[in-house]
C-alpha cells in the first residue's frame, strides 16, 4: 500500500511538474554583471533549486559530522569514566577490607594490653 501511494504522488509530483515547465517556457535575461545570458525561465528556476538543495545538503552534512564526531568523543569519554569508577570502587573495596581488617586487629591488641 505505500508503494503504491508513493507512484500516486511521484506521478502527481512529475504532472505538476510537467505544468510548471510548460507554463514557464519563455527566455529570461540573466544579468550577471559581466555578461547577459538568456535562457528558459525554467532553467533558471531548476537551477537555482538545484544550487539551493546542494547547499542545504553541504549544511546538514557539516553538522551532521559534527554531531557524530561530538558523539564519539562523548562515548570515549563515558567509557574513560566507568573504567575509573570501576577502578575507584576496587580501591574503595580494599580500603574496606584494610579498616575490616585493623578494627579486628584493634580490640584483640587491647585485650593484650590489658593483661
Do not use: H, Y
Not at 12 to 28: C, G, K, P, Q
Not at 32 to 53: D, E, R, Y
Not at 109 to 115: D, P, R, T
Amino acid at each position: 500500500m505505500k508503494k503504491q501511494v508513493a507512484v500516486i504522488c511521484g506521478i502527481i509530483i512529475v504532472f505538476l511538474l510537467a505544468i510548471f515547465v510548460l507554463l514557464n517556457m519563455e527566455d529570461t535575461a540573466i544579468n550577471f554583471g559581466f555578461a547577459t545570458v538568456k535562457m528558459p525561465l525554467i532553467l533558471v528556476v531548476l537551477t537555482n533549486l538545484l544550487i539551493g538543495a546542494l547547499l542545504v545538503f553541504l549544511f546538514s552534512s557539516v553538522t551532521s559530522w559534527k554531531a557524530s564526531r561530538d558523539s564519539k568523543s562523548s562515548q570515549k569519554e563515558i567509557e574513560a569514566l566507568k573504567q575509573e569508577k570501576a577502578d575507584l570502587l576496587k580501591q574503595i573495596e580494599s580500603l574496606s577490607q584494610t579498616q575490616k581488617q585493623a578494627r579486628a586487629k584493634s580490640p584483640q591488641e587491647s585485650e593484650n594490653k590489658n593483661k
